[in-house]
Nanobody, 125 residues
Framework: QVQLVESGGGLVQAGGSLRLSCAASGRPFGHYVMGWFRQAPGKEREFVTAIRWSGTNTYYADSVKGRFTISRDIAKNTVYLQMNSLKPEDTAVYYC??????????????????WGQGTQVTVSS
């Protein structure tokens, strides 16, 4: 069992920055993939970014490339999402998730086994 707790959401003006955190606990981490997804009002939840726990690979949706950066702190069992140059269309509930099954398809939300409760990010124009 894995518990994920997100934090860091809030209200920011367009062009601003936010950093989300996802603290994981419950079992030792190994060949896992940690991902961030988001769901805007009236839309399907979508992939944002993911990172292998080893740090060897990162993955980004085209819509956030060059603006968002995912990273992890092994000692703290925490994944971060640094979001820069935020746009109103980034407004959504952001969810952290973990794939404990090897991470063969990190872009697919169906591959993820545990999810956080979500944190709201609102970008005003």
């Amino acid at each position: 069992q894995v518990q994920l707790v997100e934090s860091g959401g809030g209200l920011v003006q367009a062009g601003g920055s936010l950093r989300l955190s996802c603290a994981a606990s419950g079992r030792p981490f190994g060949h896992y993939v940690m991902g961030w997804f988001r769901q805007a009002p009236g839309k399907e939840r979508e992939f944002v970014t993911a990172i292998r726990w080893s740090g060897t690979n990162t993955y980004y949706a085209d819509s956030v490339k060059g603006r968002f950066t995912i990273s992890r702190d092994i000692a703290k069992n925490t994944v971060y999402l640094q979001m820069n140059s935020l746009k109103p269309e980034d407004t959504a509930v952001y969810y952290c998730a973990v794939d404990v099954g090897g991470g063969y398809r990190p872009l697919l939300q169906g591959e993820y086994d545990y999810w956080g409760q979500g944190t709201q990010v609102t970008v005003s124009s």
